[in-house]
């Protein structure tokens, strides 16, 4: 059984440099746009590169884990940090009930203070540009009511005067929204300062107006409420207060103006229900332009999350291969990884031959004393204190840590860079690790703890052997010598060969070492040896002054305070501010904004007037977005139509067609909508629900259903016209007292006995009626083409188009067909007021609504379809960004798996943000270890062909063999552990799911065993040589963890691991040698063994093994 304990592992912090400026983004991204990376190449055989077939079921099995693996890491709580948003709802609006009602006036602003002023930051520029837009259509607006005062003839000089000190503050905002120094408080100033304006504008448009009447300044006041919507940046509660306040001051100064006409409750009325329609309009405007933004700033935001998480994975990546490869090996096997598999019949060998190095081994002495006097888990965690001091110190003295073996240290120094001081760099790695012990021995009280430090000078061959589990090692016949220089020490004392004294020179004091008499290797090759003397003068100028020059001897035992203790006085702890992942997203974000040029985005993506991608390709994929947001769009004209019904029924004379001609349309888009809430509607049947969400998701479908609704509401509020008499009033009060048109003045109407308001007279006749208010259908056509900025994600050709069509038509009706309606109301009203003539014609000032109404719309459907199209792009870059991202972490994962264990990766690549020093460690029952070593390898191996390159390329051939047995589906539970020299070791059930309860996993191990020699005995039948195996396999306990905080190395540690290792070491060649225990589980599954008998163990005494000479055919396994 295992223990689920699993303990935290040492972090990988990569924080994202803050020095990344705009600059350096404009050099990445082309000019100041925010553009991606190209994805990563992988291949699918990433892990073992060029090396090897990778073996499909295997494949299969390991990219299960890795997408597991990879998922973990991507709901881990550093992950959901970097990409946490406060809660958005963007729920379409087409159920309308009162919760989504509510839901339009709730705020969208973001709970996070510094997101919400981002989001301000981010479409700051836009925003800007709408305002700009927007007062440049008030100063339109101004510069019309000037000159329609001046033409009208009137004497009053208090509305020119107050007009030009409108058109002066525009004229003022305008310069202000295009300076330089332009700043989102001013633009909070300026929203407020317009709104006031607006409604200044309203007043002196309703108050001081010749002629008088109650629909006076309607269309102006719509305009405006309208441009308010959509082009001041301001919140929906904001832009709804605005547009009631702007109504109601129309409303208030109509009553005080208009409240002695006899009619004015009529016209009254119909304002108050075009109001109602233009400020609905508005909001359903308002509400999906807002969300589009916030979802775009959203979708920004990931693709900046996105991009951190890629690089942070990038960095982890580097310093995990970092950690066990040096750089120049790192590189080169990531190159050769990352680009196509190459035919060879041989595997690739990545062994590198450097000169004048110096190698130290260095061993701690009385670690089986420590030992007793701690846990398991508190040794893995002194070791991992211990040689994360080393590798500083390492570090600090130029050396290069190679490997780390139970409780030995080896490095090197002299590469992969030579130096001259090579020599020099060891002694002082010696010494200061000697110093680093003391300061341990001083804290545990354990007296015999110390270190043996050899040293030797020569040549090495450095590099990586095999396809899985890469560890850099070095070989050579100096490498084994300074083995035995670390054996044939003393304690605390640095021991080198005459070799290192020549390179030394006079720098150090040096006595005789007599390691002969202490090592047999030694004595057989007569080597001379020396101990640095102790109690000298450090010749080397140190950067790092160790705290540990005066060991304190508190007698503080391990298990009182495992780690602090050591991890103060060896200087180990991070001190390092760790940057919170949401302020590193938003502050690159920040750097993204102010580096970001909307219009150069625009002009390389979208042509200009037409709006449309230049890249084809995207077009296409722009032209299948679904709209959300389409419901709603539905659900404001069937609020619309019942408005615009409701004006005419009340200001225009009813009739009977346009009583049939609203329900049915108004039903029409009722079913629309009812149709596209299909799929969302679990009552109904599934294939009605598909032919719903086909259609809803079909973008041609959607914009004819889009323009359909448009043309019915505006033949809805246009139709009434049809059933109206046109007669000429002028051409029947001639006729009636035989005069001509011209000679038809104020008077004869007057005496006629018609009346404004009066719409059944002489000359329309009893059964049919005129309008003497025909300018409310004006205003029912403006809020049908206002229809048309409700619908966002039309397309704006097709807009253009029905604004186009729609303003000939009513142009044609108003100018030509109908205009008699106009003249009518003009001679009525002027006559009604006592003017002897008309100034200025209706029909001219609807024809110049309408075109400043069709320019406006224009205008926001350009800047709606250049934002969505910018917003698309943006999305299309977060989804590239998201699979580059999928598709690193898969080739990172695929690299992790090739330096530790996948569920040790997992825990690994989690635990972000952690101090370095924190530890994975796992306590595992019933697992099987294996030892396997050829034997006899050393006696092949020469260094004087290829200098022994030719003989390491055999031994990566022969590994590689193993690593690629290792990858059949039955030999999934074992973990390759590490290889060291010519051993290959291996264990099985190091987790909960490859341990299993009827020891499968300890078959698996054996049947491996077995594999590989007869692999080996292939070998030896095809290059002619005699290689011998011996092969130890032992189960039980054993601790699993991470040594080396900052350059981890997964390993396994206790008695197991030990008696494994005997086994191995005492075996005989060529047979496999097991314990009692393992001979228990497998001679109950068909297994041969014979009894070897007793024999002595280090550090055991006698133990009985057993030799496996194979298993019985009858056996499943056989």
Known sequence: ?????????????????????????????????????????????????????????????????????????????????????????????????????????????????KLERLFQLYFFKLNQNNLSIMMALM?????????????????????????????????????????????????????????????????????????????????????????????????????????????????????????????????????????????????????????????AFLETRRYIV??????????????????????????????????????????????????????????????????????????????????ARFDKLAAENNCLRIKILGDCYYCVCGLPEPRADHAHCCVEMGLDMIEAIALVRSVTGVDVLNMRVGIHSGRVHCGVLGLRKWRFDVWSDDVTLANSMEAGGIPGRVHVTEEVVRWLGNDYQVEPGNGEERNHYLRLRCIKTYLIKEDQTRVK?????????????????????????????????????????????NEYLGQAINGRSIEYLRSQHVRPILLTFRNPEMEAKYAVVRDDMFKSHLVCAIIMLPLICAVQLVIIPSSNVVLVVFPVFWLTIIIFCVFCSFESNLCLPENMKLLSYRMMSNRIFTQAISMTTIVMVFVASLFCMFALNTTDLKNCLARIYNISESEVTNAVLSNSGIKYGDETNNCTGSTSATSHFPEYVLFSVVSAMLSNAVFIKASNLLK??????????????????????????????????????????LKWISMATILLFSATLFIHAQQVESTSRLDFIWKQQAHEEKEEMASLRTYNMKLVANILPLHVAEHFLKSQNKKDEDLYYQDCDNVCVMFATIANFFEFYMEYYNEGVECL?????????????????????????????????????????????????????????????????????????????????????????????????????????????????????????????????????????????????????????YLLKGRNVESPEA
């Open 1 to 113: 059984m295992l223990d689920n304990s699993v303990h935290p592992a040492p972090s990988i912090t990569a924080s994202i440099q803050k020095t990344e400026k705009a600059a350096e983004l404009n050099r990445e991204n082309g000019n100041s746009s925010v553009e991606l990376t190209k994805p990563v190449q992988s291949s699918s055989s990433v892990i073992n590169g060029s090396q090897s077939k990778v073996n499909p079921t295997e494949t299969n099995s390991r990219l299960k884990i890795l997408n597991r693996t990879a998922e973990a890491i991507n709901d881990s709580p550093d992950c959901s940090c970097l990409r946490q948003e406060d809660d958005l709802d963007l729920q379409d609006l087409g159920c309308m009930n009162i919760k989504s009602l509510l839901k339009l006036f709730r705020s969208k602003k973001f709970k996070n203070w």
């Open 139 to 295: 100063l339109v607006i101004c510069t019309i009511q000037l000159i329609y005062h001046f033409v009208c003839g009137s004497s009053g000089a208090a509305k020119a005067v107050f007009i030009s000190v409108f058109i002066v503050i525009l004229i003022v905002h305008q310069i202000l929204c295009n300076h330089s120094a332009f700043s989102q408080r001013l633009m909070t100033i300026v929203c407020w300062s317009t709104c006031i304006v607006a409604c200044a504008m309203v007043l002196t448009m309703t108050l001081d107006v010749v002629p008088r009447s109650a629909s006076t300044g309607v269309s102006d006041t719509v305009f405006l409420i309208f441009i308010l919507y959509v082009l001041l940046p301001v919140r929906m509660r904001q832009a709804v207060l605005f547009g009631i306040i702007l109504a109601s001051t129309h409303m208030i100064s109509s009553v005080a103006v208009n409240y002695i006409d006899e009619f004015s409750w009529k016209q009254l009325l119909s304002n108050f229900f075009i109001f109602i329609c233009v400020n609905v309009i508005g909001i359903f405007t308002h509400y999906p332009t807002e969300m589009g933004e916030r979802r």
């Open 306 to 387: 996105a991009r951190l998480i890629t690089q942070r994975e990038n960095q982890q990546q580097e310093r995990l291969l970092l950690s066990v490869l040096p750089r120049h090996v790192a590189m080169e096997m990531k190159a050769d990884i990352a680009g196509l598999p190459k035919d060879s019949m041989f595997h690739k060998i990545y062994i590198q031959r450097h000169e004048n190095v110096s190698i130290l081994f260095a061993d701690i002495c009385g670690f089986t004393a420590l030992s007793s006097q701690c846990t398991a888990q508190e040794l893995v965690r002194m070791l991992n204190e211990l040689f």
């Open 541 to 585: 100028e140190r950067k790092y002054t160790s705290p540990i020059r005066t060991p304190r001897r508190d007698g503080k035992k391990i298990g009182e305070d495992p780690t602090q203790a050591i991890r103060e006085k060896l200087g180990i702890g991070d001190k390092q501010e760790i940057k919170e992942p949401d302020d590193e997203v």
């Open 800 to 841: 253009l188009t029905i604004l186009i069509a729609m303003s000939i038509v009513f142009l044609v009706l108003s100018m030509v067909t109908h205009v008699s309606l106009y003249d009518n109301r003009d001679f009525l009203l002027y006559t009604y007021l006592g003017y002897s003539e008309t100034t200025f014609s």
């Open 953 to 1105: 390329r055999l031994l990566n051939e022969i590994i590689a063999d193993f690593d690629e047995i290792l990858g059949q589906e039955r030999f999934l539970c074992i973990e390759k552990i590490k290889t060291t020299g010519a051993t290959y070791m291996a264990a099985s059930g190091l987790t909960e799911k490859t341990n299993f309860a009827d020891n499968r996993h300890v078959i698996a191990a054996t049947e491996y065993a077995l594999a590989i020699r007869e692999q080996l005995q292939y070998v030896n039948s095809h290059c002619f040589n005699n290689f011998q195996m011996r092969i130890g396999i032992s189960v039980g306990p054993v601790v699993a963890g991470v040594i080396g905080a900052r350059k981890p190395q997964y390993d396994i540690w206790g008695n197991t691991v030990n008696v494994a290792s005997r086994m191995d070491s005492t075996g005989e060649l060529g047979a496999i040698q097991v314990t009692q225990e393992v001979h228990n589980v497998l001679s109950k599954n068909g297994y041969i063994f014979e009894c070897r008998g007793n024999i002595k163990v280090k550090g055991k005494g006698d133990m009985l093994t």
